[in-house]
């Protein structure tokens, strides 16, 4: 058991007070027994606390203006408006006294070196040596639609024009509140963990390379990518269950290589999801479901509340025509553009759910397979291209043509099997909590393999170096020109231009055979490193959960051969510290960013997952060394020590994204007036967009951090707007533009697509934003439409 946020309280809730309260009769007293014993089976909340445990979030939503996202290098992928927020989400487990572990789950392609250097920096300020580069971990869920430009590698900043300090600087600061959060709230309570199989939310892409694989390995399981997902769900002692974390493997490209939109992409989505069917059912914060207008002194959104007819549409209307556009108006600070739905109260809890990452390295959520997008015929299995090209080769999501639906789909069904796991967990989480961490310098490590007959041969890692296949992209997001995945020979006029940044050297090509190098990455260093050498290496335990947090994005069989090496050394030491029931996560894109590990076989093919594994054929094998050596030290309570660091190169870091100079309207027009207001006396339905668009600023001048660009409100008696949905609900979208990119002006179109669950209403549509004058002095302002009928 462990401390953390909340259980059920006995005796408190309507349909438990008659059954607690109630003596007179023989058949009470046995039903009030049977009832303790179901309540004891379906939580575990009598049992006594032997952890604590916190959970904390944060926003870390960047800039939505002017900025490349991360994930698929598109330089012309630039944010222009917000689907929604973005979130760190964190969990500590502390034994008390004892030891502890941190747990960060980003809304972000990938963790950061530099990002994880400055947050521990900031946690030894604060905290001492409680927090540390052993026990805390920070990954990504691997979104293609975040802003990018945090990573301190040349290559990953490339197509951001650099580092962009505002990326890098919310997003630290996210991930510190969330932690701190986290820790103020550690509390006693209990653990319980679950698995089972989610079937229709990923398939690998690269299944040429797959096959690869020897066949007596492959025959061991019956999908080629893994369908089981791992949850973990935490119940405080008082408050009963505050949240789940759970992995599973399916990659963040449901949005597409064009969207420019912020957006947490399919596990955002479900993180979404699964939040707001926790507060319906009445976890966490204390949540009041009721019929009718929500008052002010609620929170969360109307989607929250049953939806009842209205029987007075014309009064409805009548009430509706006699609120206009507002007009812009400035305001005096940030603070009522920050009052957001969702708020903290009474001192409860809110309900945190995190859906990690795993090995997703070859998995996709376009789940109908690939298609030319010229002819509509499938792809050519080997190269993933059409007629030779792979730019016109496409996989497509359940949603197909529409990609939020596609997200809106997976995302769905990832948060239907967490809420499935997370009813049923019966498994509490018992014994130590524990870490073992080190850097190993992947660049040059000896490996020692060991062949069936009991010899032994040492091989080498590489310096870093991307493949030809690495420009030819993947299905999720096709590359560009004549690249193509499955080429180990490259051609000579890109050979040339390689050549012209940086020839590798002899041995750099014997090393990485058969991958023909494009980019010597690793043997560059103008003007300062372009990938990564040393990197982390990190087990983190609670009882029988152990998490691998690894650097990259490890294919399914190349986690499949991690988990089970580090199995073979957990239950075959003979301590009786885990035994066959011991569940192994692999937690990817963790602490920094290394990209792709194939199996050695894998690798012989050089599709783009192989052509992404920087050190060469060998990487994995590596991977698994290392591994293992910290599950003996972690049995053995042996203490590693590294004499290597990673670099911080904060310093050294070159920006050419231009500032924001400032922001204008037409004369006589003010920040926040409506350009196109939603049509009059309208009234609009489930399922039904509504939208409105307003004369705005660009929203770098503010990233309302824990606020919102937009607003749906609902009219509370005659008079008082409520809001109902904002920057952080999936049905709420907020699009910027400018009429060119050196135009002073721009527009802020917010769209509502109108949710299944609305409650009936007048509504108007609200956009708040920052502008910025000549001089540099920021205004915030906010402007409404006019107001809208919803039946």
Sequence with gaps: MYLIG????????????????????????????????????????????????????????????????????????IASGVHFRLKARTFIVAEPGGNRVVFVNLDACMASQLVTIKVLERLKSRYGDMYNDKNVAISGIHTHAGPGGYLQYVVY?????????????????????SIIEAHENLRPGNIFVNNGELLDASINRSPSAYLNNPAAERSKFKYDVDKEMTLLKFVDDEWGPIGSFNWFATHGTSMSRTNSLISGDNKGAAARFMEDWAEQMGYAKGSDIVTGVRHSSLHRRVSMIIPQPHENFHKLRQLASSFLASGGRHLASSESVSQRVRNMHDGKPKFISAFCQSNCGDVSPNVLGTFCIDTGLPCDFNHSTCNGKNELCYGRGPGYPDEFESTRIIGDRQFTKAV????????????????????????????????????EEVVKTCPAAMGFAFAAGTTDGPGAFDFKQGDDKGNPFWKLVRNLLKTPSKEQVACQQPKPILLDTGEMDLPYEWAPAILPVQIIRIGQVVILCVPGEFSTMAGRRLRDAVRTVLTSDGNGEFDSNVHIVIAGLSNTYSQYVTTYDEYQIQRYEGASTLYGPQTLSGYIQEFKKLASALLDGKIIESDLQPPDLLDKQISFLPPVVMDTTPYGVKFGDVSTDVPENSTFGPGDMVSATFWSACPRNDLLTEGTFSLAEILDGSSTWVPAYDDDDFSLRFKWSRPSRLSAHSHATIEWRIPETVAAGVYRLRHSGASKSLFGKIRHFTGTSRAFVVL
């Design 6 to 77: 909340r259980s059920l309280p006995q005796c408190k809730r309507s349909h438990f007070r008659l059954l607690c309260c109630t003596t007179g009769s023989m058949a009470n007293m046995w039903f009030y027994l049977l009832l303790l014993v179901s309540i004891q089976n379906i939580g575990g909340t009598q049992s006594d606390s032997t952890y604590l445990i916190g959970l904390g979030s944060y926003d870390i939503t960047g800039p939505a203006a002017d900025v490349n996202m991360m994930g698929y290098a598109n330089a012309e992928q």
């Design 157 to 177: 900043i490339v197509t951001s024009l650099g580092f962009v300090r505002q990326s890098f600087d919310v997003i630290v600061d996210g991930i510190e509140k």
């Design 420 to 455: 499935e796991l997370f009813n049923k967990a019966s498994e509490q989480v018992k014994g130590k909590v524990d870490y073992r961490q080190n850097y190993i310098d992947f660049s040059k490590l000896e490996v020692t393999l060991f062949s069936s007959d009991g010899g």
